[in-house]
């Protein structure tokens, strides 16, 4: 099948997956639509729960492993929609539909690039393609939990919007719920232990606080308070204050320096949430960033988080589509993007396939 045929048909499942909800750990009909793929071109594929993989045909044990992922869930829409998110139709050059750019765009284009070079002998990698799901909740039924059933990746393609260039680093992300501790009493007392009070100080040092290390490619470590929730009575005085507190991790620190950190300083309790979505990168002397770079391709950090962040190798997030459309209303992708995107993902691939 020619680069063209495979281009059609790559479009023609998104609109069919554009059509069918995929919201978060219900994917069960999605995982369905891409397993239809893989049997009609003959592709022996595993599935767990909603997650679907499979390996190139001549896969040699030996060989590093390359992974090409990308996710076919989705956010559910939004009230701003004013077109059908579930209507996959094109109109002045532009696919429209819920999950069009993030990331149905990406996946079937992935998709199509792993079929191309699926019967390929004599490859310097191995190829696993892992269409995941649950990735949008972070859920534990995603990508995550299918690496303990594949060999070790030396490196990874990640399909998520970028305008098909490079994200060469990821930051990762942490959230921590914050506690200010005082002394509850009536509104009408003195009261010099007063919760909000002193939660003043806190949100001030929160603001003022820099992390010392500064990567190249992400920039600082952002820390920035999201939540704050405290009382339930008007001459009642709480006691404690609830904060939630968003942190952007880059390549410089870990998430649990990034807890070390804040347990030790911050002027109140911290407790994170989860410590597993570390930022990702790969060096800029990798053969496939070289190959992106000849290719015309520019590099950049990411500020998004993906499914990168389960990945303990190096990591490449690049894919069609926009990200600063992922999540919006009338939600769309070019269909020359996708087009664009199939084309560029094989000649990065035959660089160093």
């Keep these: 099948m020619t680069i063209q045929q495979l281009t059609q048909e790559a479009i023609d499942l998104l609109k069919s997956l554009i059509r069918t909800q995929s919201f978060s750990s219900e994917e069960e009909q999605t995982a369905a639509l891409i397993e239809k793929w893989f049997q009609r071109y003959n592709i022996p594929f595993k599935r767990e729960n909603n997650n679907i993989w499979a390996f190139n045909q001549d896969y040699t044990e030996g060989k590093p492993l390359l992974l090409l992922n990308s996710h076919h869930d989705t956010v559910k829409p939004n009230t701003a929609y004013t077109k059908d998110p579930f209507d996959a139709h094109i109109e002045d050059g532009k696919l429209y539909g819920l999950g069009s750019n993030d990331a149905g765009g990406c996946l079937v284009s992935l998709i199509a690039t792993f079929t191309y070079f699926y019967q390929q002998k004599n490859l310097n990698y191995n190829i696993v393609i892992v269409a995941s799901a649950e990735e949008e909740s972070s859920g534990p039924k995603g990508l995550n939990s299918v690496l303990k059933s594949l060999p070790e990746i030396e490196v990874a393609i990640v399909g998520e919007p970028t305008l098909m260039n490079l994200a ?53 470590v952002k820390m920035t308070v999201t939540q704050i929730e405290a009382g339930n009575q008007h001459n009642v005085v709480p006691a404690e204050v609830k904060l939630v507190i968003d942190v952007r991790v880059n390549d410089k620190y870990s998430n649990e320096e990034v807890y070390n950190t804040l347990k030790e300083l911050a002027p109140c309790q911290v407790t994170p949430r989860s410590l597993r979505l570390n930022s990702s990168a790969i060096p800029k002397e990798h053969a496939l960033v070289k190959a992106g770079i000849e290719l015309g391709r520019e590099t950049y950090g990411s500020p998004t988080l993906s499914d990168q962040a389960t990945l303990s190798c190096a990591s490449l997030k690049l894919g069609p589509g926009d990200s600063t459309r992922s999540h919006s209303a009338n939600e769309f992708i070019y269909v020359n993007e996708i087009e664009e995107g199939i084309d560029l993902y094989i000649k990065l691939l035959e660089k160093v396939l």
Excluded: C, M
């Design 168 to 220: 060469i680093a990821e930051k990762g992300l942490v959230v921590f719920d914050g506690l200010v501790k005082g002394t509850p009493s009536h509104a009408a007392h003195p009261n010099d232990d007063n919760a909000i009070y002193k939660t003043i100080n806190v949100l001030q040092w929160f603001k003022d606080y820099k992390f010392e290390r500064i990567s190249e490619v992400l920039g600082p």
